[in-house]
């Protein structure tokens, strides 16, 4: 397996860590973000099997939406995780006086678990 799906696959763990940490910390908005990348790099794991990336986030989300997702490779509901996991992330960047609840946090959180797990085992099942 390569070296590059290996690293953001790490990446995407220690994201992960991350993320808990600051939810632990009561840093809600943070933890989004880091949860929002774990997925992410996680995803370009997966697109590094293909040996294919983009400069937009949006670019890395809609191949791994059109070849992964659409072919049945993993679930439709992940289609959604990465799509609310984004649309938050950048809503606690970019809009001033947005509240993040402890749940909002949570969800985010629990979602990339459930991500990174099936990618790795999806990328370990190929060998």
């Known amino acids: ?69 659409k072919t049945g490779k993993f679930d439709k509901k992940y289609s959604k995780y990465i799509q609310n996991a984004f649309q938050i992330r950048n809503t606690c960047d970019y809009d001033d006086f947005y509240i993040v609840s402890v749940n909002d946090a949570k969800e985010q959180y629990n979602n990339a678990v459930e991500m990174v797990a099936i990618i790795e085992q999806f990328i370990m099942e190929l060998g």
């Open 1 to 69: 397996m390569d070296n590059l799906v290996h690293y953001r696959l790490d990446s995407a763990k220690e994201r992960l860590t991350s993320a808990k940490l600051l939810l632990d910390a009561g840093q809600y908005k943070d933890s989004i973000g880091r949860s929002y990348y774990a997925i992410f790099s996680a995803v370009r794991a997966v697109l590094a099997l293909d040996k294919v990336d983009f400069s937009k986030h949006s670019g890395v989300i809609s191949y791994f939406q059109k070849e992964y997702i």
